[in-house]
């Protein structure tokens, strides 16, 4: 991968990004694409948008930067 591309990819993981007319948040873009589960990607679930939006900001609930 070029710089041009990880520079795109890395603002994408920090600032999030639209992508089909979804707005993602950073931490949701990087767990689509980053994060393998029984080694596969994850696929779009408007659960987990919830989530990576909101859980953030509920009390007791920890997201690490």
């Known amino acids: 991968m070029?710089?041009?591309k990880q520079k795109i990819e890395l603002d994408?993981?920090?600032n999030g990004c639209t992508i089909n007319g979804k707005k993602l948040t950073g931490r949701h873009?990087?767990?689509l694409n980053y994060c393998k589960?029984?080694?596969e990607l994850p696929k779009y679930r408007s659960k987990d948008d919830?989530?990576?939006r909101?859980?953030?900001?509920i009390k007791?609930?920890?997201l690490r930067k």
């Open 2 to 4: 070029n710089v041009k």
């Open 12 to 14: 994408r993981c920090l």
């Open 29 to 31: 873009y990087f767990y």
């Open 37 to 39: 589960i029984d080694g």
């Open 50 to 52: 919830y989530f990576f």
């Open 54 to 57: 909101y859980a953030g900001q």
């Open 60 to 62: 007791g609930v920890v």
